[in-house]
DNA sequence: CTTCAACGATACCGATCGGTATCGCGCGGA
DNA sequence: TCCGCGCGATACCGATCGGTATCGTTGAAG
């Protein structure tokens, strides 16, 4: 009756690890990083305070794994834009200015992770901290890149535009309405390249 | 040999009250909000707690007045950017920009005081948020304004972006180098306008 | 069947947090 | 002159923090 790959209650429940990791997400994301204990942790996760520090070194550790997984989500993500749009990067800067504008409503009121942990952990000597400035590296050299590839005439202006705006807009949903903030936002991005273009009517 | 309004030592120290809003200013933007205890507010400011707590009823009362203060001197910036370029609501755009971009190098690594408190602060009803829902709201209006008097077609949807990019702008000093960033906004603001203008030449 | 490691539970540690109570001192106004 | 209040200092409160030690149990591999 106690085979392995089944239990008859909780439905097969996920191993510790990455229960701590599911439950970090949550509450990361909704409460922020130093509001949330390692106790509340463990108990969204089912388990215990010892069983996170058999995992992770520490809660900084933790936090900069957290951050790992959210990285490698939006890379994820850029990859399938990029796919999607094969030779054709005007579209694959659209594309990247829809996945965020259609996660806006997901993370109303409460920002981007990665903004909302860099205000948090001033210290840069922090483990997180290299995870977030390597994330908006590696985010920063593919929009330069899908702007060069347009044959816009100054890519890394454009792409600091589009980051810039991409950034402001998440900031923003923290505050006041979200009403219609993403239909803006796809039109301040469209302006922009469309703007950047005139000189060089190319692929796009 | 004591005369009230000067003493010999100290170079007349300031009253209490304004000690700890000084000190408070610099220990929140430099390290944050919740890393910053009261304790360590009284010995910047030389005092003790028990002096803050006789001029504010709660830590939190004391956040919200020190973002009180930080949105009063925006206001006056703001203020005196419009009266250096009267009727001239293009100038008083890029004067914005300039004021935002000038305070990057003094807020790099740090970022804006109320980006930051929001992702500090994700209870709404802290008495902080509403100072800073309050700003927001002003300064978005102001820049509407300007906007619309600039005769710019679409004022609100303008306003945004130079306000997303704004944001953005001081997010993006908290990594990486400041280098050129305080240029690449002046310009990024001025083909904004530009771009907005083109089917309403009017003043600017 | 035995063994071993991961797990869950509990109790505990020192440090720090926001906030309070209670002193004694000194200066300014009546 | 004397009163009173703001001030500085200290000690203290309960709560929570990140992190650790030590149990008994369990499940899977050998």
Redesign the pocket.
Known sequence: M?S??RRPTRVA?L???E?ILDAAEELFRSEGI???????IAEKA??????I???F????E?VAEWLRIVAADYQTAFDRVEAEHPGRPGEQILGVARFIAEGLPAISHRGCPFINSLAELPDRAHPARQVIEQHKERQTRRLVGMCAQAGLPDPEQTAAEITFVLEGAQVSTQNGSIHRTGERLMRIVEGIVDRAAVSAPTTR
């Open positions: 106690t392995p790959a429940k191993p510790p690890r229960r130093q509001r949330v204990g390692v106790q509340a089912e388990t215990t305070k010892m069983a520090y058999r995992h070194e520490t809660k900084d933790l």
